[in-house]
Structures are given as structure tokens and as C-alpha cells.
T-cell receptor, first 116, second 114 residues
């Protein structure tokens, strides 16, 4: 299957700092990438849809100024958690949509963010 | 109303046995896709199998097969010859025709016993 990488896999930061998470599609071009958040023992919650070259579309209740998304190229999207607080601690996972055929979303390995 | 329902929070199966994980969906769109993903304890989401609403045959991928019953709006995942490495969370998801988004169920935790 398609490969999506995510970096870093784990990050611990102090409250008030900003954290950037990268999502890359390694063997295909992704015009659309998605960012999800997952709390322990819960399902994935879509935060935003990221389209290359345009502004991200945020889901209801997700603060766009808090979670900055940049989809700079067909293989890279970044999520920046600005002024992180302990309640932002979570598992963040991205996916990249591979067009054609089944139009499947392939997921990165996720980033576990802990804000102290 | 929930679009994807997985009624089994947890399932247990003996190694080498088959197991069925249930998934029902709700949509009025005639065009949709159904997906199953596996999430081991490491956290990554692994794509397993896809079924399109217009597909005439049930999807199969190795030991995974999808029991697609359109009239009942169910898309159960069948894992044959379970292995210890199959222990994980399993999520059913749907994408409706006009949308790019996936809607996920709450997941089923599968435990394979030796």
C-alpha cells in the first residue's frame, strides 16, 4: 500500500510553546490531506481537510488560529499547534488521499503530543 | 444519527479461528465507499479492505473479506485463520459519494488468544 510518514512520532513540550507536525506522502502525490485527533480509546475525529495550494477547511469546533495547517506541496502538509496547552495533549494522525480507483486514504503513523 | 455503527466494543477469538466484526451504516446517497482499518497499539491506521456501493461482489484481500449486505446496510469484516498479530482495534469507515471525508465508527477491539 501507499506510504505516508509523519514526524515527529512523539513530542513533549511546555505549555505556551508551538509544535509543528509534518505529514508526507512518500510514493504518491496527494492533493488532499486530512488531519485527525484521537483521544484514548476513542475513534478518530476529523479536524481539517488540507488542499494543496489553498486554505484548509476546518471542522466545526476546531479553532483555525490554534491549529494552523499548511499544505505547501503535493507531498507535504504541516499542522502547527500554537500556544499549546495541556488540553491539546492527544494523538494527532494525518492521512493522504490517493486519487483514482478506490480513492483510499492512507494514514501516517501518528504523533503523540504531550503538553506539560 | 450515527452514520457508522460498530456494536461490538470488544471481541475475542482463538488463534486460527475466523471472526466477524460487525459494521452497519446509514446513508441516503446511492454512491458510497466502505473501508476497514486496523489500528494496533502502535497507533498507525492500516488500510485493510474497501467495498464500493456499486460493487457486485464482496471484496476480499488475503485473509480479510467483507460481507456486504446492501439491503441491510451492513459491511461486516471477516478475518479468517486469526493470528496473534491480528489483535488490534478495527475501525469501519464510510465515504459518501459527494464527500472527501471519512466517517469512522467507534471501533472494535479484537483480542486473539493463543
Amino acid at each position: 500500500g501507499a506510504v505516508v510518514s509523519q514526524h515527529p512520532s512523539r513530542v513533549i513540550c511546555k505549555s505556551g510553546t508551538s509544535v509543528k507536525i509534518e505529514c508526507r506522502s512518500l510514493d504518491f502525490q496527494a492533493t488532499t490531506m486530512f488531519w485527525y485527533r484521537q483521544f484514548p480509546k476513542q475513534s478518530l475525529m476529523l479536524m481539517a481537510t488540507s488542499n494543496e495550494g489553498s486554505k484548509a477547511t476546518y471542522e466545526q469546533g476546531v479553532e483555525k488560529d490554534k491549529f494552523l495547517i499548511n499544505h505547501a506541496s503535493l507531498t507535504l502538509s504541516t499542522l502547527t499547534v500554537t500556544s499549546a496547552h495541556p488540553e491539546d495533549s492527544s494523538f494527532y494522525i494525518c492521512s493522504a488521499r490517493r486519487g483514482g480507483g478506490t480513492d483510499t486514504q492512507y494514514f501516517g503513523p501518528g504523533t503523540r503530543l504531550t503538553v506539560l | 444519527a450515527q452514520k457508522i455503527t460498530q456494536t461490538q466494543p470488544g471481541m475475542f477469538v482463538q488463534e486460527k479461528e475466523a471472526v466477524t466484526l460487525d459494521c452497519t451504516y446509514d446513508t441516503s446517497d446511492p454512491s458510497y465507499g466502505l473501508f476497514w482499518y486496523k489500528q494496533p497499539s502502535s497507533g498507525e491506521m492500516i488500510f485493510l479492505i474497501y467495498q464500493g456501493s456499486y460493487d457486485q461482489q464482496n471484496a476480499t484481500e488475503g485473509r480479510y473479506s467483507l460481507n456486504f449486505q446492501k439491503a441491510r446496510k451492513s459491511a461486516n469484516l471477516v478475518i479468517s485463520a486469526s493470528q496473534l498479530g491480528d489483535s488490534a482495534m478495527y475501525f469501519c469507515a464510510m465515504r459518501e459519494g459527494g464527500s472527501e471525508k471519512l466517517v469512522f465508527g467507534k471501533g472494535t477491539k479484537l483480542t486473539v488468544n493463543p
